[in-house]
């Protein structure tokens, strides 16, 4: 399985503050994309960073990828409370369906 | 990316009975993913959903229990059958209308609560 795991699992930081997470996958890659979920609603993508890319940036979200580690975090600089939410990453290998780590529960607290 | 619209929001429903969850997508796309995401947990894929074609099932899932239909390029259904309180998930549709290259777009999900 080329499944993401997340850790940590739940996170909780002072709004202002970063958060970083981490995700590790088993098998070689196209891309690695990280989604938002709110409140158990969709899931909303984020960014996608591709095999041949280190690092990624999107406003606030810096994303890094680690091919021979097999490894990826994101980065959400200064949180706000709206950055309260669930995150997870899911690894792409060809036309393979997206498998789903177990995700990062994030609250950012006011 | 692509619009999907999923029925219904939420649902409560009683052991042995079934619901059907519909998404329909403001493009055609040529596959449709349907997910499960059980309380607390992440999300599980329950199939594959191509038009005219029989939906291809991932392990632990099952025609019987999860029938699918696939009409057209805009439309799909996932029915939940003979429900019992361990089917109480969220259930989430999902297109790949960006290819592989890109990200998922996905309905806002069935909160289904079985008693």
């Known amino acids: 399985s080329q499944q993401g795991e997340e850790d940590p699992q739940a996170l909780s930081i002072q709004e202002g503050e970063n958060a970083t997470m981490n995700c590790s996958y088993k098998?070689?890659?196209?891309?690695l994309q990280w989604y938002r979920q709110n409140s158990g609603r969709g899931l909303v993508h984020l960014i996608l960073?591709?095999?041949?890319?280190r690092e990624k940036h999107s406003g606030r979200l810096r994303v890094t990828l680690d091919t021979s580690k097999k490894s990826s975090s994101l980065l959400i600089t200064a949180s706000r409370a709206a950055d309260t939410a669930s995150y997870f990453c899911?690894?792409?290998?060809?036309?393979?369906?997206?498998?789903f780590g177990k995700g990062t529960r994030l609250s950012v607290i006011a | 990316s692509a619009v999907i619209s999923q029925k219904p929001s939420r649902d409560i429903c009683q052991r042995g009975t079934s619901l059907t969850i519909q998404c329909q997508v403001d493009?055609?796309?040529?596959?449709m993913f349907w997910y499960r995401q059980q309380p607390g947990q992440s999300l599980t894929l329950i199939a594959t959903?191509?038009?005219?074609?029989?939906?291809?099932?991932e392990s632990g899932f099952v025609i019987d229990k999860f029938p699918i239909s696939r009409p057209n390029l805009t439309f799909s259904t996932l029915t939940v059958s003979n429900m019992s309180p361990e089917d109480s998930s969220i259930y989430l549709c999902?297109?790949?209308?960006?290819?592989?290259?890109?990200?998922?777009?996905f309905g806002s999900g069935t909160r289904l609560t079985v008693v």
């Open positions: 098998t070689s890659i196209n891309n």
């Open positions: 899911a690894a792409r290998s060809g036309n393979t369906p997206l498998v």
């Open positions: 493009s055609q796309v040529t596959m």
């Open positions: 999902s297109v790949d209308s960006r290819g592989s290259t890109g990200g998922y777009t």
């Open positions: 960073i591709r095999s041949n890319e």
């Open positions: 959903a191509n038009q005219g074609s029989e939906a291809t099932y």
